[in-house]
């Protein structure tokens, strides 16, 4: 398995600011993916971030809303850009390293947007 | 469209009450299926990944099977630790991505 740390792991946000979450893993991996959770719903997938490359988004997500970094292979950043209460969610970093067997999560950072 | 239902939403629970939940899926191909576990405010916790029809794996009081077109995580002597979300993923062959269903609460009681 791998421990991945999320930070912060919470934060409440002035509307119009961004927020930057870093992901840390303990070993290498090459596929990280950044997922969100608003209240009350199961997760979402936001994009798929892998080494070397610009991160993959998912229908409904862009980069100017949503940047990412993925330096290397055992960090990455998503940030939340110019905030509304509609970004208010707990956002979760994923990563698999076993080839698609198995999928670990981070603990989230859960946003409020006020 | 990928898509992932589970049912119920919500399940009570008494203690030692053995039950199921349920996960229907339609794909345009299937790398894996994956249940979790989570607790109120924590990331997802891994539980299994089945590949193929007919397979199934067991965890202490789980046991989750797969069919073509859905999976059961059968919950056996269920105790209160067991309370928690539990959530059915689904991986597209064509990608390592995760589809998530809505999940099922599930709350034993002592």
């Known amino acids: 398995s791998a421990v991945i740390s999320q930070k912060p792991s919470r934060d409440i946000c002035q509307r119009g600011t961004s927020l930057t979450i870093q992901c840390q893993v303990d070993?290498?991996?090459?596929?990280m993916f950044w997922y969100r959770q608003q209240p009350g719903q199961s997760l979402t997938l936001i994009a798929t971030?892998?080494?070397?490359?610009?991160?993959?988004?998912e229908s409904g997500f862009v980069i100017d809303k949503f940047p990412i970094s993925r330096p290397n292979l055992t960090f990455s950043t998503l940030t939340v850009s110019n905030m509304s209460p509609e970004d208010s969610s707990i956002y979760l970093c994923?990563?698999?390293?076993?080839?698609?067997?198995?999928?670990?999560f981070g603990q989230g950072t859960r946003l409020t947007v006020v | 469209e990928d898509q992932v239902t589970q049912s119920p939403e919500a399940l009570r629970l008494q203690e030692g009450e053995s039950s199921s939940l349920n996960c229907s899926y339609t794909?345009?191909?299937?790398?894996?299926l994956f249940w979790y576990r989570q607790d109120p405010g924590k990331g997802p916790e891994f539980l299994f990944t089945?590949?193929?029809a007919g397979e199934e794996k067991e965890k202490e009081r789980l046991k989750a099977t797969l069919t073509k077109k859905e999976s059961f995580l059968h919950i056996t002597a269920p105790k209160p630790e067991d309370s928690a979300t539990y959530l059915c993923?689904?991986?597209?062959?064509?990608?390592?991505?995760?589809?998530f269903g809505s999940g099922t609460r599930l709350l034993v009681r002592p």
């Open positions: 994923s990563v698999d390293m076993t080839q698609g067997s198995r999928a670990f």
């Open positions: 070993s290498q991996v090459t596929m």
């Open positions: 971030a892998n080494q070397g490359s610009e991160a993959t988004y």
């Open positions: 794909v345009s191909g299937l790398r894996g």
């Open positions: 089945l590949y193929s």
């Open positions: 993923a689904v991986q597209v062959a064509s990608s390592y991505k995760l589809i």
